[in-house]
């Protein structure tokens, strides 16, 4: 049997014993490290801040701060900071983290996936590293407001390294 036989049958063994799971790890990123914050806030024009049980710790280089929201659609606008609604409702949603030592950190709409994604976007910085997280930083509160009032099904922390 040729060396290129051999492979073919290694890689077809491989397969047949690691079956689809073998595919999906090659073809999905894992899952972001989650933890949920809070469930069941409701925001409105006047800051609500939340106080985690335990501190939300900077693990990595990025993070988000996420937000399930009911039939929200997507983005209304090319900035990404107003929230569309399948009934047409759009909404500007403020985040903010606050540190051990009293320092705040703005968020911004970031990404949308099954959660609204807040982050420290780069284009939102003074300086580009600037957008990174300081891995040791942890943070004692979060506070949200939004331009409406609007159900928030569940906040989560969420880490992102590559």
Request: charged share 30%.
């Given at each position: 049997m040729s060396r290129s036989s051999t492979v073919a049958v290694l890689v077809l063994a491989q397969m047949a014993f690691f079956g689809a799971g073998c595919r999906s790890l090659l073809t999905q990123p894992p899952p972001?490290?989650?933890?949920?914050?809070?469930?069941?806030?409701?925001?409105?024009?006047?800051?609500?801040?939340?106080?985690?049980?335990?501190?939300?710790?900077?693990?990595?280089r990025i993070h988000f701060l996420g937000l399930r929201m009911a039939k929200a659609k997507g983005w209304a606008d090319d900035a990404r900071k107003r929230i569309r609604f399948e009934d047409g409702r759009e909404i500007e949603i403020d985040v903010a983290l606050v540190a051990e030592n009293g320092t705040?950190?703005?968020?911004?709409?970031?990404?949308?996936?099954?959660?609204?994604?807040?982050?420290?976007?780069?284009?939102?910085?003074?300086?580009?590293?600037?957008?990174?997280?300081?891995?040791?930083?942890?943070?004692?509160?979060?506070?949200?407001?939004?331009d409406k009032p609007v159900e928030i099904e569940e906040v989560v922390w969420m880490e992102f390294e590559f």
């Open positions: 972001l490290p989650r933890t949920t914050v809070a469930r069941s806030v409701r925001l409105g024009e006047a800051w609500l801040e939340i106080t985690p049980v335990q501190p939300l710790e900077a693990t990595a705040e950190t703005r968020l911004y709409p970031n990404g949308f996936a099954e959660l609204v994604e807040f982050g420290k976007r780069a284009e939102n910085r003074e300086n580009v590293e600037d957008a990174d997280f300081q891995k040791g930083v942890r943070f004692t509160k979060i506070r949200l407001r939004s």
